[in-house]
């Protein structure tokens, strides 16, 4: 275009796209929902720019050469404008002035101070990227899909910091084209075509007012875009358009609303002012206010009734409905009130008893218990029974006469939360304790998760640990053993014994008395049966004990225990095969401890009450 002489009708094509890119990018512009959305539009601006200047060259060549470019920069200079070359002139410069000093020299600066803002965050965002990843928040392709986001991200504002120099050129460029286009028209004509000077600058002026204001209502449409694609802040709502924003963000207020309508219609008696527009503006944004403060009231109230309603029997059925199950529910027959006083100054279930039980239960195993949901009266049960589920799935079942305490039941719940304790330890339970320590103990947080030891692998052994009586409210103690034994274990039952073994002290505060610990003590040649049965495999240890041999084993145990009813049931074995020891006897004797001699600290004293011999 810029060397090839184009036909009229070709020129009024292109001049057309010209008009119709710039409208489809401040549409896109408007919709998209944050800035990266349309990465390339440093590019688009230095391809639209160049584009336009062609045909500011082909235009000119016409004009110049025929004195004609056009049905397109005919109309522009005739019908926009109304023939009249000074005004077409007038309206050329201040759209180009508008361009220039405003939407061209707001979004440069703009652009400046957001490459410059986001370059400086760049060293902060990726360390947060690095804290995430090493906290386990997220896995290592998110954090490479966000360090990617986060160089493109500077990649864009640096390249629009450049590309909107672009824009501020075209605009200087086009009041030098349209300058140069006049004068070199009123030269040909009055030079060369006998043509007086009026006649020349009709003809020649219009034409290329019209060139001017084809070629600067799109540059002006394209410069609104790109300002606003770098004054765009990033929506919280994934699709969000800008005009939905702006609506729910200003509208988001009717007291100001309502004293903008009130402001209109004091105008409206204002004399000379014409009263008809400001009365209908300030009453659709009185009636306007009011819709939105009777919605807004509405919501409010709806969402208190909401907070405040009792659970009936329908919203129940609607709740078992849902996707995730209730972690703890109560369910009570109809005879069970749960918020009955035994007697005066007694304590009742839901409000006392229950919120008694989830404090004992972090107090005794550092398990965060969540809130237990009591639904009562239960069409199930009959009318004196109670029924405990966890994850939706009964676990213990029971009946309360009439006159017996509501502390039963609180027991019960207890007993069956201690059992299935380690069914509430899960990944994101965890990630909430250690983002809890993360706080006072960073460092040591960062040096075990993810590396050497995942969230996954650091519930697992939480689990085990729960499953077994043992606390994990220590959670300090616990990293630094992991810190320890990790990077050269990796066997998840190994490194829950070498945490037990850390331990220690704990568990010999509570089993031991005056610093004795009675127990039960394997033979050595159980303990070596058990040993050589243990097999080894690359992705984990497992007992393989002959069903024979390993009934006889249960069997003395159990007769052992059951010879001295008054001995506490605690066994004492080797370390390596402590835990196999344990499932052997957790079902026949699953109230019976199970503990390593590395387990015990060096001040107690082992009091053997008698060991288990094979039969």
Not at 358 to 368: A, N
Request: include cysteine; charge should be neutral; proline fraction near 6%.
């Amino acid at each position: 275009m810029m060397i090839i002489p184009l036909p009229t009708f070709l020129l009024d094509i292109l001049l057309t796209i010209n008009i119709s890119l710039g409208v489809l990018i401040l549409l896109v512009a408007i919709y998209i929902p944050d800035a990266l959305s349309i990465a390339s539009f440093p590019t688009i601006l230095l391809v639209t720019t160049l584009y336009r200047l062609a045909l500011n060259v082909s235009s000119t060549r016409l004009i110049l050469l025929q004195a004609d470019a056009g049905e397109v920069i005919r109309a522009f200079g005739t019908f926009v404008v109304g023939g009249n070359y000074v005004v077409g002139g007038i309206v050329f410069l201040i759209l180009t002035l508008i361009q220039f000093i405003v939407i061209a020299k707001g979004s440069e600066r703009v652009s400046e101070v957001a490459a410059r803002f986001t370059l400086d965050a760049m060293p902060g965002k990726q360390m947060s990227i690095d804290a995430d990843l090493r906290a386990g928040a997220f896995d290592l392709d998110e954090a490479r899909r966000r360090r990617r986001l986060l160089q493109r991200e500077s990649q864009f504002y640096g390249a629009m910091d450049g590309a909107m120099k672009f824009v501020k050129g075209d605009a200087i460029a086009g009041i030098l084209i349209t300058f140069i286009n006049i004068l070199g028209g009123l030269a040909i004509g009055v030079l060369m075509r006998d043509m007086n000077a009026g006649d020349s600058l009709v003809t020649y002026g219009l034409l290329t007012i019209g060139d001017g204001l084809v070629s600067q209502i799109p540059a002006l449409v394209i410069s609104t875009a790109a300002g606003m694609v770098v004054t765009r802040v990033a929506s919280e709502e994934a699709g969000s358009a800008l005009g939905a924003e702006i609506g729910s963000q200003i509208l988001a207020q009717p007291k100001a609303l309502a004293i903008t309508g009130g402001l209109l219609l004091a105008l409206a008696a204002v004399p000379g002012l014409p009263a008809v527009p400001f009365v209908i503006l300030g009453a659709t944004a009185l009636v306007a206010a009011r819709g939105i403060h009777r919605s807004q009231a509405r919501a409010i109230e709806r969402a208190r009734q909401e907070a405040t309603a009792p659970v009936d029997r329908t919203r129940a059925r609607e709740e078992a409905r849902a996707p995730l199950a209730v972690p703890l529910i109560l369910d009570l027959g109809k005879e069970i009130d749960p918020l009955a006083r035994p007697e005066k100054g007694g304590e009742n279930l839901v409000e006392d008893l229950l919120p008694a039980v989830r404090e004992r239960m972090f107090d005794e195993l550092g398990v965060q218990v969540p809130q237990i949901r009591v639904r009562a009266p239960w069409p199930e049960l009959e009318p004196e029974e109670y029924e405990i589920r966890l994850h939706e799935v009964p676990v213990a079942r029971g009946r309360l006469p009439k006159g017996t305490p509501p502390k039963v039941i609180a027991e019960n719940v207890l007993a069956s939360l201690r059992r299935y304790a380690s069914e509430l330890v899960g990944i994101q339970e965890v990630q909430t304790m250690l983002d809890a320590l993360d706080r006072t103990h960073p460092a040591l947080v960062r040096a075990v998760v993810p590396k050497p030891v995942s969230t996954t692998l650091l519930a697992d052994l939480l689990r085990r640990l729960v499953d077994e009586q043992v606390s994990i409210r220590n959670l300090r103690e616990i990293l630094e053993a992991l810190a320890q034994f990790a990077p050269v274990e990796k066997d998840p039952v190994v490194l829950t014994e070498h945490v037990r073994s850390a331990l220690r002290r704990a568990l010999t505060h509570r089993y031991a008395h005056d610093g004795t610990l009675a127990c039960f003590r394997l033979a050595p040649e159980i303990e070596e049966a058990i040993r050589d049965a243990i097999q080894r495999t690359p992705s984990g240890n497992y007992l393989a004990l002959a069903p024979d041999l390993g009934r006889e084993i249960v069997g003395s145990i159990v007769a052992t225990l059951a010879a001295n009813p008054d001995a506490p049931r605690i066994l004492l074995t080797q370390m390596d095969v402590r835990r196999y020891v344990r499932r052997l006897i957790e079902l026949e004797s699953p109230d019976t401890t199970v503990l390593s001699v590395q387990e015990i600290s060096p001040e107690v004293r082992i009091q053997p009450v008698a060991r288990v011999e094979m039969t």
